[in-house]
């Protein structure tokens, strides 16, 4: 079935463009989402007004996506975790762990499902890929810090100061 597209359809094509598609693809999807019409005559000629319209569209989702791209490059993130001696986590950072901080970072709306491909499950540094759309696809870094150091470092001022006064306690003790 050949059908004009009325919008983008990502994997498919952009507004404007006539494809061939299969039948129940364009009428239980395509067709009763809006996205597409039957390609008769008649719809090819409203074709060059919907290629006009989704043009301009797409310009300013490129505008807006190359800003977003610029500001997830400068992100990054920090994640405390529990971690074995060899550096692999006992559970993970996932990616919608990875996509709640950055919205919350940067204040936007990004999908979970477009950021990163895998749970991270490892300590230090990993890049996290962004897909924005077909074009941009920003990495920001990603920083897993193990959980236990941060432990230690706390504990490691109050035994030095156990230790000092244990010290006094014995020089007074001599003296």
């Known amino acids: 079935m050949k059908v004009l597209l009325k919008q983008d359809v990502e994997n498919l094509g952009y507004a404007g463009e006539v494809r061939t598609?299969?039948?129940g693809y364009g009428r239980n999807y395509l067709i009763p989402k809006?996205?597409?019409l039957m390609a008769t005559p008649?719809?090819?000629k409203q074709a060059e007004n919907w290629r006009k319209k989704?043009?301009?569209?797409r310009e300013e989702l490129r505008r807006e996506y190359e800003a977003l791209s610029a500001k997830i490059r400068d992100v990054r993130l920090a994640f405390k975790a529990r971690a074995g001696e060899n550096g692999k986590l006992y559970g993970s950072?996932?990616?919608a762990m990875v996509a709640d901080a950055l919205n919350e970072t940067l204040g936007t709306e990004i999908d979970r499902r477009k950021v990163g491909v895998e749970p991270l499950r490892q300590l230090g540094e990993h890049k996290v890929v962004v897909r924005l759309s077909a074009e941009f696809h920003p990495e920001l870094t990603a920083v897993i810090e193990n959980e236990a150091e941060e432990a230690e470092e706390e504990i490691t001022?109050?035994?030095e100061t156990a230790v000092v006064a244990e010290e006094l306690a014995a020089d007074v003790d001599e003296a």
């Open 21 to 23: 598609v299969s039948d």
């Open 34 to 36: 809006g996205l597409a």
């Open 42 to 44: 008649g719809t090819i």
């Open 54 to 57: 989704a043009e301009a569209h």
């Open 93 to 95: 950072i996932t990616t």
């Open 157 to 159: 001022p109050e035994l």
